[in-house]
């Protein structure tokens, strides 16, 4: 499955929430979100342009591999991801493998469903506010149609495309560690 996203960084979230109501967009609720990233001491997901999380989204667990991004324009990639019965479990289980803790991300997400694409507004602890746009597909062909579609929708949401971060939160993070 190739997730299709966007991030954008904005600077009054109000606004952006009222311009995407405004589109038609369908509110379906608000909840708190932690990822752990992880990696080899190699760092070889992240230095391959890929990722590897746990995220503890209000007592649901996923675990998820991000491959490397597709394009220069996007954080589009391949996301292959599982719910889990226990993070505590998987990241126990990561660390006796030899994997390390990177980062942990916090935020508190409002989603909205417009036309296929989900859209999240992301307050994240320590980096600022966003935007997410994102669909999925499952051909090279549905990748491409779902990319215009997402630009589009930022055209009548009045977001540039040179406004778009090619950067996932881990990296911001772990830019900000440096």
Do not use: P, W
Request: hydrophobic share 35%.
């Amino acid at each position: 499955m190739i997730e299709v996203e966007v991030k954008v960084r904005i600077n009054d979230i109000g606004g952006m929430e009222k311009r995407i109501k405004e589109q038609g967009a369908e509110y379906k609720g608000t909840l708190k979100q932690a990822d752990e990233y992880f990696d080899f001491s190699d760092m070889r997901i992240f230095n391959s342009g890929g990722a590897f999380r746990v995220r503890d989204a209000e007592g649901c667990y996923r675990v998820t591999y991000k491959g490397c991004k597709k394009d220069k324009e996007t954080t589009s990639r391949e996301e292959i991801e599982i719910e889990v019965e226990s993070r505590e479990k998987v990241v126990k289980i990561l660390e006796r493998i030899g994997f390390i803790r990177l980062c942990e991300i916090k935020k508190k997400r409002k989603v909205y469903h417009l036309a296929g694409l989900k859209i999240s507004l992301d307050e994240v602890e320590g980096l600022g506010s966003f935007m997410e746009m994102e669909g999925l597909a499952n051909s090279e062909e549905e990748y491409r149609e779902k990319k215009e579609e997402i630009f589009k929708l930022l055209d009548k949401l009045g977001v540039s495309s040179g406004d778009v971060s090619q950067r996932s939160y881990m990296e911001m993070a772990l830019n900000r560690k440096l």
